[in-house]
């Protein structure tokens, strides 16, 4: 059985095929924990950057069948950037299903 974090990784990964398909081919990204997301070194503009969350969000979703909202005013004003790279996003994402689940459980 594949764990959490292999799901999550999963999912960023088929939101940034997604998102490729419609970036140039000196634009899309790498499906590694390493690629740089939104940072000043990173290939995406604001409006690509968006379009990768959304695509994160819908495909977390597909996968875990949990609607989360990554992109909230916490991580959003958090001084350790979690749309740094694949790796730090899964990192963020990670107890936020934790979360879902366990609420979901205790009903």
């Known amino acids: 059985m594949i764990d959490q974090t292999a799901r999550i990784l999963n999912a960023i990964y088929a939101a940034i095929d997604e998102l490729n398909q419609q970036l140039p081919a000196d634009k899309r990204l790498s499906k590694t924990p390493d690629t740089v997301l939104y940072a000043k070194s990173g290939v ?13 969000e819908e495909s977390i ?17 958090s001084e350790a950037n979690p749309f740094r790279t694949v ?17 979901d459980e205790a009903i």
Do not use: H, Q, R
């Open 44 to 56: 995406l503009d604001s409006l690509g950057f968006v379009n990768l969350i959304l695509a994160v």
């Open 61 to 77: 979703e597909d996968e875990f069948g949990l609607a989360v909202n990554i992109a909230d005013k916490v991580a959003t004003a």
């Open 87 to 103: 790796a730090t996003l899964t990192e963020y994402i990670e107890p936020l299903i934790e979360g879902e689940t366990s609420s």
